[in-house]
């Protein structure tokens, strides 16, 4: 192809195999919106400055506009063999437009110009993950609502340790999907940044208004140095890191999902329409959504080592290594979106098992804390309560005994200070109730819980 837009400083044209090497419209193709919106900026700017006449404006923006009409229509195909969306979209609009078409380009490089686009695209990325994180708030939120009064085993180890409540475990993941919005919105302040004029790596002689860009783009700022503009890819970087953030998340809660439906727990069973069965055993019914997330946290985290790798060694300023930067954010843009568009409407659809988990909570001495706590509120150290109730523990487990099961007599027998009421403070609902601490799972503090969370997410 002898017809390259750089083409006036080679003589001879490059290999096939290269051209497809370097090309990057097969993925960058994704930015069109973003390139050409870019470009309407830049071209309004130019002639703004009187860097171009107003009529060369005119037809570049309504080429431009043209182009994205019909990209977005379908009317127009992407040129695989372009090299990439920024040439592609200004080849098309000179064979549109002619002559003006070739002084859009003025005082800007690809390299400022793909860190515009990928900056205006982020920031769209963004704030539709932003608005999906809000939505599995308001599914968490509804299940907790639900559940307050639903007691279940907490564990630690994964060991039955004490009681909480379902309201109060799933919205620990309200807590830290509320620190993945929060986390997204300093990404976005790093994002907001804007690089045209920035130029290959050295800014421009002519006499740009950088603000004016920036304005007709919504962008907060201009990049204060050149070599940094074009070549910062933090904000790809912590975009990745904030997906990974928000994968681990979404896989500890699957694994946890993953363990409920299992035939040992029967914590929960999912609906029909997010689960699936097996090709043989008639009986299955598996949790296939929430081992895909937990499954796909993996690439979202070698995406994010690849960026950070992809970087380490780049010196100033622009480096073609950096195209690479696209396919790993892009997957990990949309494997965060399909995850959360799975997950959202499972996690709203799963039946609670209440029963089951009040069951479970009345296995494996879930109380004995809050028996020594007795011992030691009636005056007992805690650490000799403690073995008090260690002592106790082993006897049950001889005797297949609860604590519940143990007589008065028993009691008085290992400490004269049990009195009746050790049955009233052993109650499983008394252990919860009780708990009615800031941040804990007493309904009551569930309650404070829920109506903070929800005054948080009403910022957004
Ligand atoms: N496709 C390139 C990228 O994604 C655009 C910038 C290319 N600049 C250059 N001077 N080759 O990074």
Redesign the pocket.
């Known amino acids: 192809d002898s017809n390259k837009l750089w083409q006036g400083r080679f003589a001879g044209t490059s290999a096939k195999e290269v051209d497809v090497f370097n090309s990057?419209i097969s993925f960058?193709h994704v930015l069109f919106e973003e390139d050409i919106t870019g470009s309407i900026a830049h071209a309004n700017m130019l002639g703004q400055q009187k860097i171009i006449s107003e009529e060369d404006v005119h037809s570049i923006v309504n080429g431009l506009q043209g182009i994205l009409k019909d990209l977005k229509s379908g009317e127009l195909a992407f040129d695989p063999d372009a090299?990439?969306i920024?040439m592609f979209t200004e080849s098309v609009l000179t064979e549109r437009i002619g002559d003006a078409g070739k002084k859009l380009h003025t005082g800007r490089?690809?390299?400022d110009?793909?860190a515009l686009d990928l900056r205006l695209y982020v920031k769209k990325k963004i704030i539709g993950i932003k608005e999906q994180l809000l939505q599995f708030e308001e599914v968490v939120i509804s299940q907790a609502e639900k559940h307050l009064h639903t007691i279940m085993p907490g564990y630690t180890h994964l060991q039955i340790a004490q009681p909480v409540s379902f309201a109060h475990h799933i919205l620990a993941y309200g807590q830290m999907i509320l620190r993945d919005i929060n986390r997204l919105e300093e990404v976005m302040d790093h994002t907001d940044v804007m690089p045209l004029g920035n130029g290959?790596l050295a800014g421009t002689t002519y006499p740009f208004d950088r603000q004016y860009v920036a304005d007709q783009l919504g962008f907060s700022e201009v990049s204060a140095n050149s070599l940094d503009g074009v070549s910062d890819r933090d904000f790809v970087i912590d975009t990745t890191y904030a997906l990974s953030m928000i994968m681990m998340h979404l896989s500890r809660l699957s694994e946890e999902i993953i363990l409920w439906s299992s035939q040992e727990f029967r914590f929960v069973e999912l609906n029909d329409a997010f689960a699936t069965g097996s090709s043989i055993m008639p009986q299955k019914k598996n949790p296939d959504v929430a081992e895909l997330v937990r499954g796909k946290t993996g690439r979202v985290y070698g995406n994010l080592q690849t960026l950070l790798t992809m970087m380490k060694g780049l010196p100033l300023a622009?480096n073609?290594d950096?195209?690479e930067?696209?396919e790993a954010l892009f997957d990990s843009i949309s494997t965060v979106t399909l995850a959360l568009s799975a997950m959202i409407p499972m996690i709203d659809t799963m039946n609670v098992k209440k029963e089951r988990m009040r069951e479970a909570a009345s296995k494996g001495f879930i109380n004995a804390t809050d028996c020594a706590d007795y011992l030691t509120k009636k005056g007992l150290p805690f650490r000799e309560a403690y073995g008090v109730i260690g002592g106790l523990v082993k006897y049950c487990i001889e005797k297949d005994l609860t604590l519940e099961d143990v007589s008065l007599e028993k009691y008085q027998s290992l400490n004269a200070l049990f009195e009746e009421d050790i049955f009233e403070a052993i109650k499983l609902e008394t252990c919860v109730g009780k708990r009615n601490i800031e941040g804990g799972p007493a309904p009551e503090a569930v309650a404070k819980q829920l109506r903070q969370l929800k005054r948080k997410l009403s910022r957004f």
């Open positions: 990057s960058d090299e990439d920024h490089s690809r390299n110009q793909v290959a622009y073609k950096m195209q930067d696209k």
